[in-house]
């Protein structure tokens, strides 16, 4: 099975890393000079965006013309495959490109606007784990409060304790209140009950790269019983050194048991599986049949009002 076969379905990608999201060949053009290929095997999750990336993208993107060439790309690179809806992520940190949070807000209105008859781009704030969110509360405020931005994202490190958790609540009630998605980062290296755990303290709505939500029966029921959607990105989990092969992350139970999920790209730049190669490689390695694929596919898509 090629992956054309899929890049025929309308997808929607709903945990895409925006400022990572586009093809190697994309970026490595765009950036104007030689950079390695990055590799597709990592060993952990620890500071690879630091250690591996930031030499190159973040040495590239020096000014607010460089955050939109980054968004554009990746925008393009989801057109491409057929992406008719994409929950993109736009990391906080690219304030600092800036003036202020208005001229920030500006570009990225002014992107969905430039590709909305081409694609649904939803943008979604990604806040890092590792930030203290004192200093970042009035800005992520300011910046939901605008409207801009149909979802909010916690991500980078996974060993979450009580006491870091809470003091993200603040930022994921203020979502609440404003009816915004709510999602975060679990389960790829944790066992499950670190998905419940955050899902619970936050109120999630989504849970994003849940490799282990399967592992567990007390977790699916938790994620059925809360209609909890899960994010699964295969190919990242691989890449990581989450899983050995496509065929351990158990996708086939979650279907089976009937949890809602979606396949999305989460950094395509890294791993260099879009949706539809990812679908691909689900059904040669024989996890599900090309018309389960095309089922995931359509569900997801049919699911995608502002909160599914």
Known sequence: ???LEFIKCP???????????MHYASYSTWAGFYIPDFPRQFNGNDDIEENVVAPFVKARCRTKKDVQGL?????KDAVGDNVKVVEGGVDIALCSFFDDDDDFLSLIKKIVEKFEERIDFRPEL????????????????YLLESGVFKSLSLSGTEAFSKKDLCQFKSIFDKASSL???????????????SIVDLAKTLCLDEIQNARSAADDEKTIAFLKKNDISLSVCPGSNVMLGAAKSIKDIALRR?????VRFSISSDRLLLTGKSISEQCA???????FSASEIK?????????????D
């Open 1 to 3: 099975m090629e992956a």
């Open 11 to 21: 997808k929607k990608d709903s945990f895409n890393r925006l400022h990572l999201g």
């Open 71 to 75: 968004l554009t790309l990746s925008l």
């Open 126 to 141: 990604l806040i890092d784990a590792c930030d203290t969110i004192s200093p970042l509360f009035e800005k992520a405020s």
């Open 179 to 193: 009816g915004i998605k709510k999602k975060a980062v679990a389960g790829e290296f944790c066992e499950s009950k």
């Open 254 to 258: 979650l279907f089976d048991e009937g």
């Open 281 to 287: 490689e689900l059904v040669n390695s024989s996890v």
């Open 295 to 307: 089922e995931i596919l359509q569900r997801s898509l049919d699911n995608s009002s502002d909160k």
